[in-house]
Nanobody
Framework: QVQLVESGGGLVQPGGSLRLSCAAS????????MGWYRQAPGKQREFVAT???????NYANSVKGRFTISRDNAKNTLYLQMNSLKPEDTAVYYC???????WGQGTQVTVSS
């Protein structure tokens, strides 16, 4: 069983930055393909970014160049650095091991002036 706990969300003005963290339990983390997803009100959950166990990354076009996904295997932690935030980035952000289907509880990010 894997537990994922996100943190770091909050209210930020347009153009601001936030760093999300996802602490994972279990020994699977260093070998796991992981990702960040988000769900805005009234919309389906969507892909944001993924990272392989070797550090290769992939991003949604809407966040490319603004968001950076990274991982620290020694700390069993996944990160999402979000810069130049826009109101349309407002959503609940989820950490996931999409392969076996593990999800965190989500953390709210609100971008508003």
């Amino acid at each position: 069983q894997v537990q994922l706990v996100e943190s770091g969300g909050g209210l930020v003005q347009p153009g601001g930055s936030l760093r999300l963290s996802c602490a994972a339990s279990g020994s699977i983390f260093s070998r796991a393909f992981m990702g960040w997803y988000r769900q805005a009100p009234g919309k389906q959950r969507e892909f944001v970014a993924t990272i392989t166990s070797g550090g290769s990354t992939n991003y949604a076009n809407s966040v490319k160049g603004r968001f950076t996904i990274s991982r620290d295997n020694a700390k069993n932690t996944l990160y999402l650095q979000m810069n130049s935030l826009k109101p349309e980035d407002t959503a609940v952000y989820y950490c996931s091991l999409p392969g076996p289907g593990y999800w965190g509880q989500g953390t709210q990010v609100t971008v508003s002036s």
